[in-house]
């Protein structure tokens, strides 16, 4: 049934919590085959939060959707060989476990090379393999921390805090998504096969640095590595005078439209341009959170509006399900599974030949055992126990 851009691609997947599971869940919505390889005792992300049934909490349901669990011991004789055989016909083989684990498994890159030479490998890791912290283990709040968020969180607010969502996973999982496709491209192109390593402190540093490096990245440094209207104390949800808005009066297109409605006496004051505003920005918000105080939230969105000036309310993740935006554009899609109706968060992104959509239900650990190793020829669930 799969119509997306991947279909016919087959992914052996032997990743766990979010990181790999999220990118080859989206593999999965976008057509392919992902055989999600669980050891006996299953992903730990399966009894992390609630859920229906045990084993099938929303965090994994989430991100294991569409995809097929086979339970193979890789420990053992029958296991080994019946993962040979998987990896035959598999296109990308992913893992998130560390250098030294997975290689003592005989699942390196060059022992599966040589079971399949045009196969995409691709590891995802804490720490590359190349530098010195390629054996430490990672999370996404240590990640978080030695990436520098917390840091920049406290620049902004006065506290070191992780940012509410996992952001390191997250980000790391869609770099591995795009890498591994990437890999897929050149393949399509030459025919080889080739090894893929994504990390997720490199992944979040580079990822931090696209704005905070800054006047760091010069020679000699023109500054700190931080862009300061992110980090400025100002900046946060405007109080009104019945709650909060979200605004952003930024450009000078913006600017001159809210001085023009709003404060015309400012027209002409220090801060008329976009470059003087950014050499002050934190002194700019706090006139704008006295000004915004004027008005009711639903006054402000509607002037807003009007104006074409970037502004949004408030929204708890709760709301998000119940957005009209969401709900017309089709982002929401209901899947029956054994354990009741699920509504996922599905594909955000459209193609116009080759849409994807939800995948399916998560698969109940080993639920398809038997058959993927009948496709593959082997008789009996003995292989993978």
């Given at each position: ?31 392919a085959d992902v055989i999600k390889v669980e050891p006996p005792q299953g992903d730990n992300t399966r009894y992390i939060s609630v859920g229906p049934a045990p084993g099938m909490s929303g965090v994994f349901v989430n991100v294991n959707r569409g995809k097929r669990s086979v339970v193979i011991d890789l420990q053992t004789d029958a296991g080994r060989t019946a993962m040979r055989a998987l990896i035959q016909t598999a296109d990308v083989f992913i893992h998130s476990m560390r250098s030294k684990a997975i290689t003592k498994l005989g699942l390196d890159y060059q022992s599966v090379a040589e079971i399949n030479p045009s196969i ?266």
């Amino acid at each position: 049934m799969a119509s997306g851009p991947l279909k016919g691609i087959r992914v052996v997947d032997l990743t766990a919590m979010v990181m790999g599971p999220y990118c080859t869940q989206i593999m999965a919505d976008m057509g392919a085959d992902v055989i999600k390889v669980e050891p006996p005792q299953g992903d730990n992300t399966r009894y992390i939060s609630v859920g229906p049934a045990p084993g099938m909490s929303g965090v994994f349901v989430n991100v294991n959707r569409g995809k097929r669990s086979v339970v193979i011991d890789l420990q053992t004789d029958a296991g080994r060989t019946a993962m040979r055989a998987l990896i035959q016909t598999a296109d990308v083989f992913i893992h998130s476990m560390r250098s030294k684990a997975i290689t003592k498994l005989g699942l390196d890159y060059q022992s599966v090379a040589e079971i399949n030479p045009s196969i995409v490998y691709t590891n995802c890791y804490g720490y590359s393999r190349r530098g010195p912290e390629r054996d430490r283990p990672a999370y996404d709040d240590t990640i978080q921390a030695e990436c520098g968020i917390p840091a920049v969180q406290q620049q902004l607010t006065g506290e070191a805090d992780y940012v509410g969502t996992i952001m390191a996973d997250k980000v790391a999982g869609l770099t591995a998504l795009y890498a591994t496709t990437m890999a897929l491209f050149h393949r399509e192109r030459t025919g080889e096969g080739q090894e893929v390593e994504v990390a997720m402190f490199e992944t979040m540093a580079a990822f931090m640095l696209v704005e905070h490096a800054n006047g760091a990245m010069f020679d000699p440094p023109l500054g700190p590595a931080v862009y300061p209207r992110t980090v400025a104390p100002n900046r946060r949800p405007y109080r009104t005078r019945d709650g909060y808005i979200a605004a952003l009066i930024y450009n000078d297109k913006h600017w001159d439209a809210f001085v023009d409605a709003v404060k015309p006496a400012w027209v002409n004051d220090s801060y008329a341009t976009l470059e003087s505003r950014a050499r002050d920005i934190d002194t700019v918000y706090g006139l704008l959170a006295e000004t915004m105080k004027e008005r009711t939230t639903a006054e402000w969105l509607k002037l807003f509006g009007e104006l074409e000036i970037p502004a949004a309310p408030l929204n708890s993740p709760d709301a998000l399900f119940d957005n009209a935006h969401l709900n017309e554009v089709g982002l929401f899609e209901t899947v029956d599974t054994p354990h009741g109706p699920v509504r996922f968060p599905g594909v955000p992104t459209w193609f116009s030949r080759t849409p994807g959509a939800v995948a399916g239900p998560a698969p109940e650990l080993g639920a398809d055992t038997a058959e993927v190793l009948e496709e593959l020829g082997l008789a009996g669930a003995d292989h993978a126990l």
